[in-house]
């Protein structure tokens, strides 16, 4: 059996809006995020790690935002692309780790359902699939309220 594993990171400045989307969830609040796509940061941040540890570059590799194609796209569909491309080439996921780093919104109430819309997308139980959040104690930039992060850690595996 052959494993691998990947990192990602994504980063959103908070900006004018009334809602965000986290693992594809749209969350109410009192500002959205500035991106190019919808700027769902645990998607961002999923497929990143999935794609590196696939060893095929990056998100922008794949979705430059210098395309128009992918302007308020909705994270879903990086996520179901690169979830073809992970089982195109022979692997399955053994597990995903998300952490959501921010202030605000509360990220708590919407875990469930961020698990569900992850572990469906990527065709996975929801076992497989662990989102939780934590604050960065006012400091930084997260700190003061200008935006949101999320990382994330997958293990991918295919039998040789």
Known sequence: MTCRVGQGYDVHAFGPGDHLFLGGVRIEHSQGLIAHSDGDVVI???????????????IGTHFPPSQARWKNVSSVEFLNTVTIMLQQRGYVLGNADITVICEVPRIA????AMREVLGQTMQVAMDVVSVKATTSEQLGFIGRGEGIAALATVLLSRHS
């Open 44 to 58: 961002h941040a999923l497929c990143d790690a999935i794609l590196g540890a696939l060893a095929l570059g990056d």
């Open 109 to 112: 109430p919407h875990v469930q």
